[in-house]
Structures are given as C-alpha cells and as structure tokens.
C-alpha cells in the first residue's frame, strides 16, 4: 500500500506541463541517439550531464528516465532496417527483423520491437515499484565486508561478461580503478597520481570521464574509419504499421517469455542485456522448430518480439537494483548513478527515506516515459530511420563539438578539455583493441565505495581479513559471483560452438557492435 501511495505522489509531481515536456525531450533524445549506430544512451547521458546542473533536480531526472528507455527504442530501428544494431542488446531481434524488413513487412516488426519493449518495460517498472522498497530494506542490513563484497561482485561479473576475452575486461577494469584513484586520498591526505598538477588534486571529474570515454572516443575512433566503404545497406521501412490479430497473437506469449528471461537479469552486473535477448531469443528459435510451419529464418515476428521484451525488461529491475543498492548493473546505469549523485543523491537504503519524493516520481516518469515512446514508434518509426541518412563526418564532428562545449561549461577550465582529450584517445584505444567500456564507467564510480568499505571493514575488525566473508549476506555474494562467472563463459562457449546459429557467431565476432550498454 505504502508504494501505491508512493507512485501515486510521484505521478503528481511528474504530470505538471514543464516536468511532461522534459519527459518528452529525454523520449525524443534517447530515440534519436539510440537509432544511430555505435551510439546509446549511456552516450546521450554522458553529453547531458554537464548542461543539466542548472535543471532542476527532479526535471534532469525525469529526462534521463526518458533517454533510458528511449535509446532501447531506438536501438532495434537500425538493427531491423540496417542490421547494424546500434548496441548489442539489440543483436537478437534484429536477425528476423531484418528478414522481416527484407520481405516488406519491416513497419510489422518496428511494431513488434516497440510493442515487446512497451510490454517487457512496464511489467519490470510495476515489479520494480513493489520490490525495489524492500530490496532497500533489506539493504539497510549491509555493513562495509557487504558493500566491498557488493562491489567486488559487480567488478568482476561485468569485466568477465561484456567481453569475450575476460583479460580484456579486467583491464577496462583496472583503467577504471586508477582513474578513480587519481586525487586526495581522503584519509590520509596523500596525493595519488597527480604527479604534482595541482589541477588533479581533486581527481578527475566524473563528467570528464565519461564524455571522453563515450563521446569523444567513439568520435575519434569513426574519424579512423570514415575512408573505409561502408558496406551497410538501407531497407526501407514498408508494409502496415499495426500487427493483425493472428499477429498478436503469436506475439504476445513471447513478448511475456522474453519479459520473465530479463526481469532477473536487471539485478546483476551482467554487462546489459544481451544475455537474456539471446536466451529468449533461442527459446523461440527451439519452440518454432517444433511447429508445423517453423518461420525462423523467413522473418519471424516471434524472433524479435522475444529478445525486445527481454531487453527492457532487463532495463526495467536494472532501475530497482540501481536506486535499491546503489548497485549500475550497465554502463547506462552506471551514468545515471553518476546524474543522481550530482544532485546529492546517494541510491541505496536510505534513498527512499532521504529522496522519497524524487524517487517515487523518477519511477512514474518511467510509466509515463514508455508511454510516450510507444506514441513515438508505432507510427513514427520510418521518421526516426531518416537520421540513418545523416552524414557520418557531420554527426561526429557536432557530437565531438558538443562535448568540448559541454565539458568546458561543466568548470570553465581549460584543463578538463585536455584530460578529456587525453581520455579519448585512451577510449578510441579501447575500442581498436576491444577493450570493454562498461567495467571502466562501473569502476570509477564504485571504486571510492570499493575502497572506503574495506578500509572500515579493516579498521573495524583489527585488520582481520576473514571479516569480508564472515556474514550469510556475503558469503550469498561472492558464490553468486562464482556462479554468473562459471555462466557467462559456458554461454560463450556453446555460443561459439553452436553450428545452428551461425548468425549469432557473426555478429559476436564481425566487431560492428561495441557493448556500451
């Protein structure tokens, strides 16, 4: 009763014609920037945060509640119309999807993708809504060997499955954890890798970080390839732009198998959502094989519906593990940790007694934000595949322009705008040599927690070790870990051994998707 009161409060704050409109800015900015392949949402929000100090607090928010969604949306248009999805969580939909597009029934399956991402985001908010206060409850019980062991699990589980090399995301993992170590230590006072630049005594600033290694390293890496032939091709979006009744029909049970694989994929690091989109996808693969007319390999709708509900799904318990533990189970997660604590906002136990008003209402924009880009894509969809024309060279160059501007207003200091040139070059690194990003962005906002948990831990147990492992809580922790670890590389190793889906392996190992999500 008390999260129905709750939701209720929230939906009065949010449904003021101001906090409606910045709802429908974050919808448009996520679809726009989620069509657009290589980009994201994580992206988006990186580029927002330096000019959204001035919004108020719960306008901002309710903003990146609608690029979170969004770019989900839009991530399926270009997957289904190019088959270049513009992340990997929208790998699996656009297989049959863009078999649909090739058959002239590309309108049916951006309906689909929008419908399944409608269905999969509404079910996991509404779950969220119930379970996130008690999860937070519950999260009243840790101590410091619980919050080392929380971040330790979502460390490890992230570097080891966002990449297909486990060396390659532990060291996203360590890039992150000395960039996050940079400045004052603030116990003892020492200086750590500031090499006497008293411009980093401080550290480097969040916002910094994150446009460089999102926005500027994506640029940079482009620019390298813009004199290669671009062998994408554009299916023009045909056929009607609503499902039939026979249609639905088969869609609908698997728009709620994809849902039930990625609700509990939302509540632990496991790099987004691609693990869930491809068990639901293969779920359907396997049951359509049983039929008297299997159509997987012919365009079929079940085959994106699936993985479209799993991946907002995904998105959706994400929210709760994020605002319940404080835990970004993603690298768009990870951004919206760092919007919230730019606003003073600590999300874990305490959130909803400290923030309850802008929580409650950042989880209604959520409702209200699926809403608008349902509104947005079913009819709308063949408008938004026309940013796919936009000349590379000219997107680029104005996202690399509206980073040094955005970094630059953020401090006005001239040094933030070198660090973050600095940092993209190591970004544009990382991507030449697939080197994930998520574990970077996850490390540089836990790493302080990481660190400040076991030196507690440590000084209150008289530097006696066996406390990290002493509770029932973290003894839980670390044998899920082992147990998400032991997952991810068996998945891996069928996926690549799997000679039925061909696709899948292509798509994995051709380099045209870098996980940002």
Known sequence: MDSIVGLLGGFADVLTPVNLLYVFIGAVIGTAVGVLPGLGSAMAVALLLPITFTLDPLAALVMFAGIYFGGLFGDSIAGILMNTPGNSTAIAGSFEGHLMARRGRGAQALATSALGAFIGGMIATV???????????LATTFGPGEYFALAI???LATSAVVSDSVVKGLAGLLIGLTLAMIGTDQVSGTQRFTFGNIALFDGVSIVVITVAMLAVGEVIYIASRLGRPDDR??????????????????????WLRGTAFGVPFGVIPAGGAEVPTFLAYGVEKRLDARS???QFGKGAIRGVAAPEAAGNATAGTAMGALLALGLPTSATAAMLLAAFMQYGMQPGPLLFVRNADLVWALLASLFIGMVVLLIL???????????LRIEKAYLYAGIGMFACFGVYAASAAMIDVVFMIILGLIGFAMRRFDVPLAPVLIAVILGPLAESSLREAMNNSENNPM???????????????????????????????DAEDPEIEAAVDSGKVRDLD
């Open 292 to 294: 008297d007319d299997p």
């Open 377 to 387: 894509n079913m009819p709308f969809a063949p408008l938004w595949a026309r940013l």
């Open 467 to 497: 406390t990290l492992i002493s509770s029932p809580i973290t003894i839980t922790l670390y044998t899920l870990l082992i147990g998400v670890i032991v997952f991810s590389v068996y998945s891996k190793v069928r996926l690549r051994k």
């Open 233 to 254: 091709s554009f299916t023009p979006s045909t056929g009607r732009a609503f499902l039939s009744l026979a249609e639905y029909k088969k869609a609908l049970p698997a």
């Open 127 to 137: 779950l969220v809504v119930f379970f996130a206060p008690t999860l937070a409850n």
């Open 153 to 155: 699990f979502a460390f």
